[in-house]
């Protein structure tokens, strides 16, 4: 399999946009054992043909680069979701809680997009999208002070809503992590998606990765020890058996 990481580093300096996704693509390498390669989109971008998947990284929301046709693509903020979701998911477990019964806050809600209907399709019902530009109107202490769960895409959630002036039991902010994290997701869906022609990602690929990591997670933790070629088989068979037809 031939990956590139793609991005115009809408998210970062302009300085750190070639580092960064050297960063990922190195990473992504040892992961998946093949050469990732790290391009950085711009005017008359041409993706080149050896390409076989592009994971579109440190890019706005919205961003109107589209691959050829026959190249899948997974965003960064896919995977930002699946992990978020999957941690959420645990975190309400160990809380004795349903997805149903939590209350949860997205942090930030503008920087990832799929985090919303995903967890809608994981069964969490009450969710409020909150950005720091509603801070003044609507602070995120007070928007948070009956949510079970934050979770932050902003960095800073952990200092305007402390963990004991939520609702009962405490409030869990749940950040958005890094590299290793989206580890644990890309290798598998790339596989999955490269595997069954024509997939692309929706809410429930997304939804298959994470009940994958949320199986693969041990009782004290709050997702897998790490990633892994059983791991990433694990996911990718998820995903495959979601996209697959039912009778």
Do not use: Q
């Not at 390669?37 to 008359?44: E, Y």
């Not at 997974?74 to 939590?102: F, I, N, Q, S």
């Not at 994981?122 to 720091?132: K, P």
Request: charged fraction near 20%.
């Amino acid at each position: 399999m031939s990956v590139a990481v793609i991005g115009d580093g809408g998210t970062l300096a302009g300085s750190e946009v070639e580092p960064a996704l050297r960063r990922l693509a190195d990473a992504l390498a040892r992961s998946i054992g093949a050469p990732v390669r790290a391009l950085r989109l711009g005017p008359g971008f041409d993706l080149p043909d050896a390409v076989d998947a592009v994971v579109l990284a440190h890019t706005r929301p919205g961003h109107a680069w589209r691959s050829p046709v026959g190249v899948p693509v997974v965003a960064d903020r896919d995977a930002t979701a699946v992990v978020l979701v999957a941690r959420l998911l645990a975190t309400l477990a160990a809380e004795g809680r349903t997805p149903r019964c939590g209350v949860v806050v997205i942090a930030g809600a503008s920087a990832c997009p799929e985090l919303g209907p995903l967890l809608l399709a994981a069964g969490v019902r009450d969710i409020t999208l909150w950005n720091e530009a509603d801070g003044r109107a609507f602070p995120l202490r007070r928007i948070a002070s009956r949510a079970h769960a934050v979770l932050d895409l902003t960095g800073a959630a952990g200092a305007p809503v402390p963990p004991r002036e939520a609702a009962p039991g405490g409030l869990s902010v749940i950040g958005a992590g890094g590299e290793a994290d989206l580890l644990l997701v890309l290798p598998g869906l790339l596989d999955a998606l490269r595997r069954v022609p024509g997939a692309a990602v929706d809410a429930d690929v997304l939804l298959a990765a994470v009940l994958a990591l949320v199986m693969a997670t041990p009782p004290d933790r709050r997702l897998p020890v790490g990633p892994s070629p059983e791991l990433s088989a694990r996911v990718a068979d998820a995903v495959i058996r979601s996209l697959l037809p039912t009778d």
